[in-house]
């Protein structure tokens, strides 16, 4: 009888786990990779919006054991509260433009959404004043993205 009661609560509490564990280790690789180094990516382009309270990055990054992963990666940054976000991430090598404003940041990139990891396509952040503001995220896949003026 009690291996009865036992056995369904063990195989409750390891699900639990692998489900947790799981949790955590999408969270950690995912959704807060670690920051780009000089080591692993090459700075692209940097905007800023008016008040300066939020810049957009693009880097060319190699990752992984053997570099084996190569892409764009979009990254915010919050200079007063020193808050990076990776916000999406290309293994295309083609051109990538960004413009930024107060409201909406748009990625002008001439590959295809298929090969685009779009995190979220709204963040938030403080202006400059410490009011929280929201920011749009608009791709473009048009083709017309020329980054021959770098």
């Not at 995912?30 to 000089?38: A, E, N, S, V, W």
């Not at 007063?80 to 293994?91: A, G």
């Not at 433009?97 to 909406?104: D, F, H, I, V």
Request: aromatic share 6%; proline share 3%.
């Amino acid at each position: 009888m009690l291996k009865r009661i036992l056995l369904p609560i063990a195989a409750i509490i390891i699900t639990v786990g692998v489900i947790l564990g799981s949790a955590v280790i999408y969270q950690k690789t995912t959704m807060q990779p670690d920051l780009p180094t000089d080591e692993d990516c090459d700075i692209q382009q940097l905007v800023n919006n008016g008040d300066g309270s939020l810049e957009a990055h693009t880097y060319w990054c190699k990752r992984g054991s053997d570099k084996q992963w190569q892409g764009h990666e979009v990254w915010l940054y919050e200079p007063r509260v020193e808050k990076w976000q990776r916000i999406l991430t290309t293994e295309h090598d083609g051109c990538m433009k960004l413009t930024l404003s107060e409201q909406q940041l748009d990625i002008n990139h001439d590959g295809d959404r298929g090969n685009m990891n779009l995190v979220e396509p709204v963040f938030l952040y403080n202006d400059a004043n410490g009011v929280s503001q929201s920011l749009s995220v608009q791709v473009s896949t048009a083709g017309d993205a020329d980054c021959s003026g770098e």
